[in-house]
T-cell receptor, first 113, second 114 residues
Framework: QKEVEQDPGPLSVPEGAIVSLNCTYS??????FMWYRQYSRKGPELLMY????GNKEDGRFTAQVDKSSKYISLFIRDSQPSDSATYLC?????????????FGKGTKLSVKP | DGGITQSPKYLFRKEGQNVTLSCEQN?????MYWYRQDPGQGLRLIYY???????QKGDIAEGYSVSREKKESFPLTVTSAQKNPTAFYLC?????????????FGSGTRLTVV
């Protein structure tokens, strides 16, 4: 079983739809959870950051962490064509300063006007 | 503005040739990382460095080499021993310490073997 599983998509939705992106993981020691957005031929940029469990909201974006189920989600409300990108989840147990981020393979999202 | 700069944006390599990808950051980050990204494969860690003059192999280090002589710089050399080097290469940096704040990525270098 891979440490982090993410459905690669592609996912195509109409403009204005609510998008749900998900990752599952196997390491119960993970406590830092992030979502990165990567536009085509660009580097990933940090979109959402969550420590431990719970929800975090930033504008149209909401990140959820359910540690009991080892499941994280990113919701995008009122999706826009500019949200079309690949979304990567990332997580770490960050033991002291030695922990490295483990990335999902990314979900490619297309928002159609 | 602080950031992380990768150069060149596109690079072409002939068979049997070594090439070096540049990565420079002015974020005062301690740690730097090199990833390779192939379609459907996600990000795979090549090398990382937590402090100057020290670095560790990642999951796919064979055929690659790095140096960390300055805090700001972490160049990656793709050697002729790397049999399938065509890929998108990403450099990243971060602070070290008790709290993880995430990585800042460069804009990438696309390497093609011709």
């Amino acid at each position: 079983q891979k440490e982090v599983e993410q459905d690669p998509g592609p996912l195509s939705v109409p403009e204005g739809a609510i998008v749900s992106l998900n990752c599952t993981y196997s390491n119960s020691a993970f406590q830092y959870f992030m979502w990165y957005r990567q536009y085509s031929r660009k580097g990933p940029e940090l979109l959402m950051y969550t420590y431990s469990s719970g929800n975090k909201e930033d504008g149209r974006f909401t990140a959820q962490v359910d540690k009991s189920s080892k499941y994280i989600s990113l919701f995008i409300r009122d999706s826009q064509p500019s949200d079309s990108a690949t979304y990567l989840c990332a997580m770490s147990d960050h033991r002291g300063s030695q922990g490295n981020l483990i990335f999902g393979k990314g979900t490619k999202l297309s928002v159609k006007p | 503005d602080g950031g992380i700069t990768q150069s060149p944006k596109y690079l072409f390599r002939k068979e049997g040739q070594n090439v070096t990808l540049s990565c420079e950051q002015n974020l005062n980050h301690d740690a730097m990382y090199w990833y390779r990204q192939d379609p459907g494969q996600g990000l795979r860690l090549i090398y990382y460095s937590q402090i100057v003059n020290d670095f560790q192999k990642g999951d796919i280090a064979e055929g690659y080499s790095v140096s960390r002589e300055k805090k700001e710089s972490f160049p990656l050399t793709v050697t002729s021993a790397q049999k399938n080097p065509t890929a998108f290469y990403l450099c990243a940096s971060s602070f070290t310490g008790p709290t993880l704040y995430g990585y800042t990525f460069g804009s990438g270098t696309r390497l093609t073997v011709v």
